[in-house]
């Protein structure tokens, strides 16, 4: 008997494979976003107010993008099983992956763009470059959910104008200021090599390699989102990318907040490790009177994972522009806490 229903076309899985493993992986990067939260709650407790906001915030913000792909799923694969008509359909897709995805992104590029501040004043230019090309971004998502509403079919998403214009806004405004973030932390460190100490500058290293590589992931996938829509018009293998790159983010904000726990044991080990030899500890081989001073106040900053620093009596501390070699350990240690 005829169901009335449109037939399964023998591509189905073209079709059904890109939601279905795009929103597993979705899923997957929720729990080991749940996972980092968990870390900062026992490691972070006297963090600073803002960044407990910006962690907790965006937790909630992924909590309700991940319920709204579960909507999702329900809708494609349960309610509307075998229904050609509801796999096709958006739902509400749009607003959970564009809209969502383009405001933590937004959000996660500002964050680094004020730490690129608090670590060179004299790149302001270059952070508000940064901003504006996260706005822009934004924009696109904004652009790409609103056109996707109006279609509300997956195959119209190639035939319309403007759909098309928004979509590439949005990723590839994605991909330029995460490559700016990645490229202007390597110039930072490369500046730093030359007029910065060797302790500093293998802390920061650490903080680098970290954040280009998160950077690299993030703008990798906003670059793959692209050429699947563009070189693969005829399936939906953007849905699978797309459906990821708000969770990266959002992992990419916790792996640096939690890495002050790794850089802490760094600074502990670094610093230990520079007085005496032998056999006792590093904490019996630093002298008494350099516990408390310079690089060891650096240490308690790394375990309390504030933005307040051992004060010199100079407001410049956040900056690495070293004056002296005199000062270089304790101002180069003191801007890789202004980082992180």
Known sequence: MASGLPPIPPNIIDITAPQLIGTLFNWALYGILSVQTYVYYLNFPDDTLFNKCLV???YIFEVVQTAMTAAD???WFASGYGNMIHLGNVYISPADTPVLCGI???VVQCFFAYRIFTLR???LWICVLIILTSIVQTAGAFGTAIRGFKLQEYTRFHENLYFPASFHVWLLGDTVCDVLIAGTMLWIFHQNRKEGSRHGTKILAKLVRLIVETNTLTAGMALLSFVFYVVFPANNLFISTTLIMGKLYSNTL??????RIALRKAAMLEDSGAYGSGGSSGSDRIPAHRRRSNFGSDVSTFRIASDRFAT????ELESIEIENLKEARLRTTTSVGAMI
Not at 254 to 259: I, K, P, R, W, Y
Not at 312 to 315: F, R
């Open 56 to 58: 907790y915030g965006s």
């Open 73 to 75: 799923l329900y809708y």
């Open 104 to 106: 933590i992104a937004a």
């Open 121 to 123: 004043r004299s790149y």
């Open 254 to 259: 916790l792996v640096t907040f939690n890495n």
């Open 312 to 315: 010199s009596g100079k407001s």
